[in-house]
């Protein structure tokens, strides 16, 4: 999950509605709160304690925190490093029931790649009713892309870009790798300085050439990589505006779900069909649908995520309701995967699909 300025946004906009709800805040004493154990617990969260010196840093910052008389907001990103040793994780711990405190005027936002870290991770915040509320931020469309852009440079973006590069861009940024703009911008910037080394703009928008070079040398792809992004979008819209004059039944439900998915979650699920489907098993183990991933990206040409980025797809289509995940509370390596969406259905969705119809799993499966 990526805060940017929309994102920062809409964060601050569920604060207000929170506050004007008189929804934050709850009773309880911070030593209550943390002196509390259970006996018989044997997580990180008791079995390890924090170094005096961390402590004592720790105690002076709670105490300057709840003595404040103005809301104080804490916001934590890239939370999933933070879990990289048990003292860090009391760390976490330890902030996440500042809020909880009686008369905290405190507010902590931790920004993850997976939704389900608090619940994963932090499984004593639940034992104490402390469960975070969970936002999702869902990545960034190829129409958001280009509004980032274009906001970054102004009035000088279409003297820079030709529109047709940015919005080619965007859109592969898009479908392969979750809208990640830090790319986008990335590959804008690379172009530029591309342009100028070849000295061939001749004072002309950076053009499609140029832009599909860089997104293929930072997202990976073949030589018609913005092309194929082109052509899903221009498959979606054809689709879009074309249903209400066919006689084809409309998509609904699950179909109508994975349909509207970007290109590397409907990667994602297919792999974990294949997989799942073809052994029919109960559930199938990360790793193995990962592999099945890998392959299908290769098979379509596309640029696949490394297993951190895989599971972070995964939590995304659970939290979609497609597939579930259970087990490997800290690794993901541990946790088991099975689909929630036959194999008809992925057929409805996907049947016609320029990019994914040639790797739907088997209808006999």
Do not use: W
């Amino acid at each position: 999950m990526r805060l940017s300025s929309l994102s920062i946004r809409r964060f601050c906009a569920v604060l207000q509605a929170q506050v004007a709800e008189n929804q934050i805040g709850s009773a309880g004493s911070l030593d209550e709160l943390l002196g509390a154990r259970d006996a018989d617990a044997q997580d990180d969260y008791t079995s390890v304690p924090v170094a005096s010196s961390d402590d004592l840093a720790l105690n002076d910052l709670e105490q300057f925190l709840l003595s404040r008389d103005t809301m104080t907001v804490i916001v934590l990103d890239e939370i999933d490093h933070l879990l990289t040793s048990q003292v860090k994780k009391m760390l976490l711990y330890r902030l996440y029931e500042l809020p909880h405190v009686k008369n905290s005027r405190v507010i902590v936002a931790g920004i993850a790649n997976t939704l389900d870290l608090p619940q994963r991770l932090l499984p004593n915040l639940s034992k104490k009713n402390m469960t975070p509320e969970t936002i999702n931020f869902k990545s960034y469309t190829a129409e958001q892309i280009v509004a980032i852009v274009r906001e970054r440079l102004g009035d000088d973006v279409d003297r820079v870009f030709d529109s047709k590069a940015l919005e080619l861009m965007a859109k592969k940024v898009a479908e392969t790798c979750l809208g990640d703009c830090r790319k986008a911008l990335n590959i804008c910037s690379q172009a530029t300085a591309e342009a100028l080394l070849l000295s061939t703009t001749n004072n002309k928008p950076i053009s499609i050439a140029i832009m599909n070079k860089m997104a293929n040398k930072f997202l990976g792809g073949t030589e018609n990589s913005l092309a194929a992004a082109a052509a899903v979008s221009q498959q979606r819209n054809n689709s879009s505006s074309s249903s209400s004059a066919s006689m084809a039944k409309p998509l609904t439900g699950m179909a109508l779900v994975v349909n509207s998915l970007p290109l590397q979650q409907q990667v994602a699920l297919l792999a974990v069909q294949h997989v799942f489907f073809a052994k029919s098993v109960k559930d199938v183990l990360l790793p193995a649908a990962f592999d099945k991933y890998k392959a299908l990206c290769k098979q379509i040409k596309t640029q696949n995520q490394d297993i951190a980025g895989f599971a972070s797809l995964c939590a995304t289509l659970e939290s979609n309701g497609l597939v579930r995940i259970t087990g490997g509370t800290s690794d993901a390596k541990k946790r088991k995967l099975s689909s929630l969406v036959s194999v008809a259905d992925s057929a409805r969705a996907l049947g016609d699909h320029i990019m994914l119809k040639q790797v739907l799993p088997p209808s006999s499966q």
